[in-house]
């Protein structure tokens, strides 16, 4: 079982940026891809975001097109996620989340997830 960590959540004004972490063991940043998957109150989690083994991103939703990158470093085995311009409807817990593969826009697609870190923006 692989274990992904996020970190750098925290509450942020609106328009403000944000940048999350997600720490993972072992070897598995090197050759999978990786997604950020945002889950609001009473929402069901959503694929936003993902990033290849090469480092193609790929934006999904289009709710955060031009304004959060996904980014990779397989020597630090971490996957960042760099938010700018939040909107309070980016409210949510952040999941990252991790397949061997192909990205895919379908969270269930992905076998490793982490623990969620929570990110409140304020208007």
């Known amino acids: 079982q692989v274990q992904l960590v996020e970190s750098g959540g925290g509450s942020v004004q609106a328009g403000g940026p944000l940048r999350l972490s997600c720490a993972a063991a072992?070897?598995?940043?090197?050759?999978?891809?990786k997604a950020w998957c945002p889950q609001a109150p009473g929402k069901e989690r959503e694929l936003v975001v993902a990033?290849?083994?090469?480092?193609?991103?790929?934006p999904y939703a289009d709710s955060v097109k031009g304004r959060f990158t996904i980014a990779s470093n397989n020597a630090k085995n971490t996957v960042y996620l760099q938010m700018n311009s939040l909107k309070p409807e980016d409210t949510a817990v952040y999941y990252c989340?991790?397949?061997?593969?192909?990205?895919?826009?379908?969270?269930?697609?992905?076998?490793?997830w982490g623990q969620g870190t929570q990110v409140t923006v304020s208007s």
């Open positions: 072992g070897r598995i940043f090197s050759t999978t891809v």
């Open positions: 990033i290849s083994w090469k480092g193609d991103n790929t």
């Open positions: 989340a991790a397949r061997y593969g192909s990205t895919s826009s379908f969270d269930n697609d992905y076998n490793y």
